[in-house]
Nanobody, 117 residues
Framework: QVQLVESGGGLVQAGGSLRVSCAAS????????MGWYRQPPGKQRELVAS???????NYADSVKGRFTISRDNAKNTVYLQMNSLKPEDTAVYYC???????????WGQGTQVTVSS
């Protein structure tokens, strides 16, 4: 089964930037529409950004204009560049397939992003 490993999270002040990465085992992600999800404390996981196999992107309204999703198929990696971070962006960030994510790969550990005010 595909394994996904997220990294790059950390503690940042409001207004700061972070880039999180998601490395996949094998070379399958080039064939799959991918998404970045996040789970804030005490809340359900939500989709924040997605990228198709032909690099079309979509964003949740809450992050539009601040976050950028990208992919490097040669490195089997999906990225999320997060700028102008806000305290409400604090969450554990995960990547997975856009459609049927749990069937594509088990959810990884995620990477914690904490934004201080």
């Amino acid at each position: 089964q595909v394994q996904l490993v997220e990294s790059g999270g950390g503690l940042v002040q409001a207004g700061g930037s972070l880039r999180v990465s998601c490395a996949a085992s094998g070379s399958i992600i080039s064939f799959v529409d991918m998404g970045w999800y996040r789970q804030p404390p005490g809340k359900q996981r939500e989709l924040v950004a997605s990228i198709t196999t032909d690099d079309r992107t979509n964003y949740a309204d809450s992050v539009k204009g601040r976050f950028t999703i990208s992919r490097d198929n040669a490195k089997n990696t999906v990225y999320l560049q997060m700028n102008s971070l806000k305290p409400e962006d604090t969450a554990v960030y995960y990547c997975n397939a856009l459609l049927n994510p749990g069937a594509f790969a088990s959810w990884g550990q995620g990477t914690q992003v904490t934004v201080s005010s």
